[in-house]
């Protein structure tokens, strides 16, 4: 009779050894095909953007820029409406821009 229980439990611990293996296995798989996935999938690219007064204060002052821009942009199609005016003052103003922001906002570049 112990005969029996030892080869049954000898049985069932070869049983479980073979179950622990092929958990491993699965587990060494998974864990590969993981990192090969994680290599060959690109990643976003984050901008972290700044924080603080200063760059609250720029981002602000950005806007309010771009605003401008833009409706001098519109007053000026909508006044004159002619396509070589509203490009004239397209360039004078993208060329007119920096110079603003630097007098304006005291930014030295």
């Known amino acids: 009779m112990s005969k029996e229980r030892a080869r049954r439990r000898a049985e069932r611990e070869a049983e479980r050894q073979r179950a ?16 090969l ?3 060959l999938t ?3 690219v984050r901008f972290a953007r700044q924080g603080g007064v200063i760059a609250r204060r720029h981002r602000a002052q950005n806007l309010v820029v771009a605003g401008v821009f833009v409706l001098v942009q519109v007053l000026v199609w909508l006044i004159w409406g002619a396509p070589m005016i509203s490009f004239g003052v397209l360039v004078f103003s993208v060329l007119f821009v920096p110079v603003v922001v630097t007098l304006a906002f005291n930014r030295r570049i």
């Open 20 to 35: 622990i293996r092929l958990h491993e296995e699965r587990q060494a798989r998974r864990s590969r095909r993981r990192a």
């Open 37 to 39: 996935v994680a290599r």
């Open 42 to 44: 690109p990643r976003s």
